[in-house]
């Protein structure tokens, strides 16, 4: 399973990526096309992509996009160097990481705002709190999952060292039996990875500390160069991205209904489904007044463990890599709209609908 934030590293950003887009209809002359690189191109993770497309969003706002092949060893960012991507979804460490090595980039719309990286123990664990972890096992379901773990730690005064660390994957059945059998005392994973869990009738609790969830896990991503060349375009798919995460808030059920139909192997577990899309309505509706509006204190507040832990070399000025004036226009909807498009995609399609 791929995680949430495709937490793949910057250095070597130049290559040929042409090739690595997914099959896309014949464009229409008539279409603004737009290339757009998400960490998976068809997750529940990431639901207001197929719901955009689902609902029409993208054919109201005269778009033709492309979702690039996200599975690939190629930096993000190089996609936005080459000009191959118009717009790239990074999470913080890769911003981080982009702006520490002089890439001109800039963070338009917080696509998440809220961590998808937790640190789960099971019901019955005696683990309270971070605070609780010295001494334990922490099972990865990656070795990418450590700086989550490094990051949470420090949260308590408690060093790597002071824990055993495991990669125990993450393969669905492996994860289960991990934490079912007590080979670990808790996992850190990003949240697609924990809802096997409930897809396999584990109880579960998340003891991930708020300082280390609260924070843009996942931004849209533009070249400084192109902004106004693609300003209209990339505001016009910002736009229907925001209306798809309302869409959630508006029909969760309708939703539900929509991914379960175009995503159904996420969704084989009834229970596993649903958890994933509840755990993708908390990092993705925004903590913000409106859709992806860019918080620059956040930014700067968070910057400490990746410091510390070498991720970048000193603290970064936000506004030398935050761009607020798209947010505004992709908000520029009204709530009514959604519902209308929801109503009649119900209507078209009663029988997608749960009894």
């Known amino acids: 399973m791929k995680t949430l934030s495709g937490r793949l590293g910057l250095l070597g950003c130049v290559a040929t990526v042409a090739a690595l887009s997914v099959a896309a209809p014949t464009q229409a002359q008539d279409k603004k096309p737009i290339n757009v690189l998400l960490p998976n191109e068809n997750t529940t993770?990431?639901?207001?992509?197929?719901?955009?497309?689902?609902?029409?969003?993208?054919?109201?706002?005269?778009?033709?996009?492309?979702?690039?092949?996200?599975?690939?060893?190629?930096?993000?960012?190089?996609?936005?160097?080459?000009?191959?991507?118009?717009?790239?979804?990074?999470?913080?460490?890769?911003?981080?990481?982009?702006?520490?090595?002089?890439?001109?980039v800039a963070v338009i719309f917080e696509g998440m705002q809220?961590?998808?990286?937790?640190?789960?123990?099971?019901?019955?664990?005696?683990?309270?709190?971070?605070?609780?972890?010295?001494?334990?096992?922490?099972?990865?379901?990656?070795?990418?999952?450590?700086?989550?773990?490094?990051?949470?730690?420090?949260?308590?005064?408690?060093?790597?060292?002071?824990?055993?660390?495991?990669?125990?994957?993450?393969?669905?059945?492996?994860?289960?039996?991990?934490?079912?059998?007590?080979?670990?005392?808790?996992?850190?994973?990003?949240?697609?990875?924990?809802?096997?869990?409930?897809?396999?009738?584990?109880?579960?609790?998340?003891?991930t500390p708020p300082e280390v969830s609260e924070n843009p896990a996942n931004s849209f991503v533009i070249h400084k160069d192109r902004i106004e060349e693609l300003r209209p375009t990339v505001t016009a798919f910002l736009r229907a991205w925001a209306k798809a995460a309302e869409a959630a808030k508006?029909?969760?059920?309708?939703?539900?209904?929509?991914?379960?139909?175009?995503?159904?192997?996420?969704?084989?577990?009834?229970?596993?489904?649903?958890?994933?899309?509840?755990?993708?309505m908390k990092m993705i509706l925004p903590q913000?007044?409106?859709?992806?509006?860019?918080?620059?204190?956040?930014?700067?507040?968070i910057q400490g463990p990746y410091i510390k832990f070498g991720v970048i070399e000193g603290e970064i000025d936000s506004a030398t890599f935050i761009d607020d004036s798209f947010y505004e226009a992709a908000n520029d909807f009204d709530p009514a709209e959604v519902k209308a498009a929801i109503d009649e995609w119900k209507a078209a399609h009663p029988d997608l609908l749960q009894p």
């Open 114 to 207: 809220y961590a998808p990286e937790v640190l789960i123990v099971r019901e019955d664990s005696p683990v309270q709190s971070v605070a609780d972890l010295r001494g334990k096992t922490i099972g990865l379901a990656s070795d990418r999952d450590q700086i989550t773990a490094q990051v949470a730690l420090d949260t308590a005064g408690i060093s790597i060292d002071e824990v055993r660390t495991v990669v125990v994957g993450d393969s669905g059945p492996v994860l289960a039996r991990a934490v079912r059998d007590n080979q670990v005392d808790v996992v850190a994973a990003a949240a697609n990875d924990m809802t096997v869990l409930e897809a396999n009738d584990i109880p579960s609790r998340d003891i």
């Open 250 to 280: 508006v029909d969760r059920e309708a939703v539900a209904a929509m991914l379960r139909h175009n995503i159904p192997e996420e969704w084989e577990a009834e229970a596993g489904g649903q958890a994933l899309l509840d755990a993708s």
């Open 288 to 301: 913000t007044p409106k859709h992806g509006q860019p918080q620059p204190e956040i930014w700067t507040g």
């Open 45 to 104: 993770t990431l639901f207001p992509a197929p719901v955009a497309r689902e609902l029409g969003f993208f054919e109201d706002e005269g778009l033709d996009v492309t979702l690039l092949a996200s599975d690939t060893t190629i930096p993000y960012v190089a996609f936005l160097m080459n000009n191959q991507a118009d717009l790239v979804m990074l999470d913080a460490p890769q911003t981080f990481q982009a702006v520490n090595a002089n890439q001109p």
